[in-house]
């Protein structure tokens, strides 16, 4: 029988959230082991620390401002947490500035010692796109790209078979 380490995964998420809405890249590296992974659905994955606050810091707030992020229902077993999340910007891409983008996804995290040793998420990327102003073949391009990274994964292969 697995404890419920939902309150600590809260508290872990309210300072991952403080540190992205205040583009604050050392306090969103504290989040996660030294070798931690953030796996971004976008800008991919960001290694160990150094790494992680580059993320946030050139392109989460080099491409957006006006970040909220709020998540909803955590839960955790102290191996692996879970959450629902709304996060909005507004886009300071050039081609898209001041486009308003809200978008919902799910995040998953593996923990270790209290902290995120991986860290990756499931959001409708068409959606943000569609919000930004994309032109429908850039979304395509994204969705055949994350089509082939869903099908290379080992736990999709049963799937395929049909």
Same mark, same amino acid.
């Given at each position: ?17 403080? !540190? ?13 082991? /030294?070798?931690?992974? @953030?796996?971004? @659905? ?6 160990? /620390? ?17 970040? *909220?992020?709020?998540?909803?229902? /955590?839960?955790?077993?102290? *191996? ?15 081609? @898209? ?11 998953? !995290? ?8 991986? @860290? ?7 959606? !943000? ?15 055949? *790209? ?13 799937? *395929?078979?049909?």
């Amino acid at each position: 029988m697995s404890t419920d380490h939902s309150a600590e995964w809260k508290a872990l998420l309210d300072r991952f959230t403080t !540190a992205i809405v205040a583009n604050d890249g050392a306090g969103l590296a504290a989040c996660f082991t /030294p070798e931690g992974t @953030y796996s971004d @659905y976008i800008y991919g994955d960001f290694t160990g /620390p150094d790494e992680i606050a580059h993320l946030l810091n050139r392109y989460f707030h080099g491409d957006g401002r006006d970040y *909220k992020w709020d998540m909803i229902d /955590p839960v955790s077993d102290g *191996k692996t947490g879970y959450a629902r999340y709304l996060f909005s910007f507004t886009s300071t891409m050039p081609e @898209y500035a001041g486009n308003r983008v809200v978008l919902e996804g799910t995040t998953v !995290a593996k923990l270790q010692d209290g902290l995120i040793a991986h @860290y990756h998420e499931t959001a409708d990327a068409i959606c !943000a796109m569609a919000q930004l102003g994309l032109p429908a073949e850039v979304m395509y391009r994204r969705g055949q *790209k994350n089509a082939k990274a869903l099908l290379a994964r080992e736990e999709s292969q049963p799937h *395929k078979a049909g």
